[in-house]
C-alpha cells in the first residue's frame, strides 16, 4: 500500500455528502492500494482531491468531478495498469 488520498471540501457548501460519497468510491475501488483516504473539511467552495500530496481534481478548473474520472487519475498515481472494469468505458 502507498497511496495517500485526501479529499479536502468547502463546509460553508455543504458538500460533506458529496465528498463521503467519493471516498466511499475510492475506498471500494482502491482497497489494497490505499494506506489512507482522508476527509479535510475546507471553506470556500473548495473541493480538491489530492494523491500524495499531489492535486489531481480542482473543481474551480475542472468542475465537480465524475467519479470514472477521479478513479483514473487515483488509479494513474497508485496502481498503474489496474483495469477499472466497466466504469472505464
Request: hydrophobic content about 35%; overall charge negative; glycine content about 8%.
Amino acid at each position: 500500500m502507498s497511496g495517500r488520498v485526501e479529499i479536502e471540501y468547502c463546509t460553508q457548501c455543504r458538500w460533506l455528502p458529496r465528498a463521503a460519497w467519493l471516498a466511499q468510491e475510492l475506498l471500494t475501488t482502491f482497497e489494497t492500494e490505499l494506506s489512507e483516504l482522508a476527509l479535510r473539511p475546507g471553506t470556500g467552495g473548495v473541493f480538491v482531491v489530492r494523491v500524495d500530496d499531489e492535486v489531481v481534481w480542482d473543481r474551480r478548473e475542472q468542475g465537480f468531478p465524475e467519479p470514472t474520472a477521479v478513479k483514473r487519475a487515483v488509479r494513474d498515481r497508485v496502481a498503474p495498469g489496474k483495469s477499472l472494469g466497466h466504469s472505464e468505458k
